[in-house]
């Protein structure tokens, strides 16, 4: 998590966030909302003051939250089914801001808190359009057995929630209303929308979004797990009839509208700077500790409940239950945790030359065919450089294999102090290699490669006592006219042709 920050801190100030109009309603909603909780918390203004404003506060977030989320759904470099998965969250947003505006109207202008009233409506809609919307948003691909450990790991956590759910709210509902009356229907309702809310969260949580989604989604089950606390603390406290305007899940909610905006505001972001085309399998790199903290969560409650039983025989019983749990889950961990390790270390020999650290043939060219297509299918800029050693097969006759690999070794490393960390660098093959570089036309992509060349002129190699001047060549091609990514790369290998036959240690562009 504090990765993804610090990335997402560092893509803002490099591309100026102040010029996205999105980032300014952010940042006041953030304002706005924690203005808000001081508010609740120092307890300003008298009972009226404090219905009018904890009322009439949500109204322009609530607001905000469906219209940004509407606004990620209409951008165009994001793929269809993220794009309609963020039009239905925006619409579930905005059934809840109807039902807000109408109970508004009940306690502010008439007076009155019906329960029933049509604000229902507009509150219980957004549970079942929210869960569609969840259940929209791309996913990796997946195996069928993963498939099968998705919905397994889902379950364990609804069936947690389903612990806390009873507990708190839905076992008390139950038993205090009236059965068959429309009352106790709809008050059933609502604990019945959070276990659907717990579902959504646990599906955005154990998903792997493969475009670029990660950090929106993230900020999007935080918020929804706001919300989900403002639920349960809501419903428990009119069970006992000691809710209030202001009260605290009041400052949950207000946290979750601000997180619901920041998410549709960092979805459009993240399109926009199109970070995420070094996407690696973070299914050998990572483990989703979502599930396990549920069972650990429905323990907690199982203890909660029962910590005053006897402890003969249930008290020990129970504990004894706990702990051993407990060990198994660690144990669980454990085991996990070196499988991933020893898979992260297969995935790096598989996916990175042993040489030159540079990333292989293969995984190159299935990150640059996934580049090539979207750069044709959103029409945006892409430039491919060939690189070759010059005179490479001197270098090893004169100083030896050895020091040819320092050679190569240095001018990847030279290589990659002039990339960005989205561009793609890989082993062609022997002593060539070849980057591609997203956002970028042919142009500015040439001054790259010649800010290699410069690199490699100006630091000589020092092998085994030896001096070695080193040169390369380069040739430089643009996505504008090449129908595959093979044609692309052909075009930059003739242009390292030409770069060779105009004598070496220089630049040349495809016509």
């Known amino acids: 998590m504090a990765t993804t920050v610090g990335t997402l801190q560092r893509s803002l100030f490099r591309e100026g966030w102040w010029r996205d109009r999105g980032w300014l309603v952010t940042i006041a909603v953030g304002i706005f ?4 909780i001081l508010w609740l918390f120092f307890g300003w203004g008298d009972p009226d003051l404090r219905t009018l404003i904890a009322d009439v506060a949500f109204i322009p977030t609530g607001l905000a939250a469906s219209a940004m989320a509407w606004r990620a759904g209409l951008h165009q470099t ?6 309609r998965a963020w039009k239905i969250v925006g619409a579930a947003l905005l059934s809840f801001w109807l039902g807000d505006v109408v109970w508004s109207y009940y306690e502010v202008i008439l007076g009155a808190s019906p329960f029933p009233s049509l604000a229902d409506a507009g509150y219980l809609l957004f549970y079942p359009i929210l869960f569609i919307g969840l259940l929209t948003f791309q996913s990796a691909p997946r195996t069928r057995s993963e498939v099968v450990k998705f919905w397994l790991d889902a379950a364990t956590v609804l069936l947690s929630g389903w612990m806390v759910i009873w507990y708190f709210v839905l076992g008390p509902t139950a038993l205090s209303q009236n059965a068959g009356s429309l009352t106790t229907v709809l008050s059933s309702a609502y604990p019945i929308g959070d276990l659907v809310l717990i579902f959504g969260i646990a599906v955005l949580l154990l998903r792997r979004p493969d475009d670029g989604s990660r950090e929106a989604l993230g900020l999007l089950a935080a918020g929804l797990t706001f919300f989900l606390l403002a639920d349960v603390g809501f419903g428990y406290l009119s069970l006992r009839e000691t809710y209030e305007s202001g009260d605290w899940p009041d400052a949950f909610w207000m946290l979750a509208q601000f997180l619901m905006v920041a998410s549709a505001q960092v979805q459009v972001w993240k399109m926009r700077q199109r970070q995420d085309v070094q996407a690696t399998d973070d299914r050998i790199r990572s483990t989703s500790v979502v599930p396990y903290a549920a069972v650990a969560l429905g323990y ?3 203890f909660f409940a029962g910590r005053h039983a006897a402890p ?3 008290g020990g019983l129970l504990g004894g239950a706990i702990a051993v749990t407990a060990v198994v889950l660690v144990r669980q961990l454990t085991v996990m945790s070196e499988n991933i390790r020893l898979l992260g270390e297969l995935q790096t020999l598989a996916t990175t030359d042993g040489l030159t650290g540079s990333l292989t043939r293969r995984h190159f060219f299935e990150l640059a065919h996934r580049e090539f297509g979207r750069a044709k299918r959103y029409n945006r800029q892409l ?3 060939m690189i070759d050693i010059d005179f490479f097969k001197a270098i090893n006759d004169r100083y030896g294999h050895a020091s040819g690999d320092e050679a190569l070794q240095a001018i990847v490393a030279r290589c990659r102090a002039n990339l960005r960390e989205i561009d793609l660098l890989g082993r062609y093959g022997g002593d060539e290699l070849v980057i591609l570089m997203p956002e970028v036309d042919q142009r500015d992509a040439a001054r790259v ?6 690199a490699v002129v100006e630091t000589p190699l020092i092998s085994n006592g030896s001096r070695i001047e080193l040169s390369v060549s380069a040739g430089v091609a643009p996505v504008e006219g090449s129908t595959d990514l093979a ?4 075009r930059a290998d003739a242009a390292l042709y030409a770069a060779k036959q105009a004598g070496r240690n ?3 562009g495809a016509s």
């Open 300 to 302: 907690a409650m199982l």
């Open 312 to 314: 003969y025989p249930m």
């Open 78 to 83: 994001s793929p269809a089914k993220t794009r």
């Open 33 to 36: 909302a924690i203005g808000f």
């Open 383 to 385: 430039a491919a450089i």
């Open 449 to 454: 490669a010649e800010r290699v060349l410069a």
């Open 487 to 490: 044609t692309m790369l052909r």
């Open 506 to 508: 220089c630049v040349r």
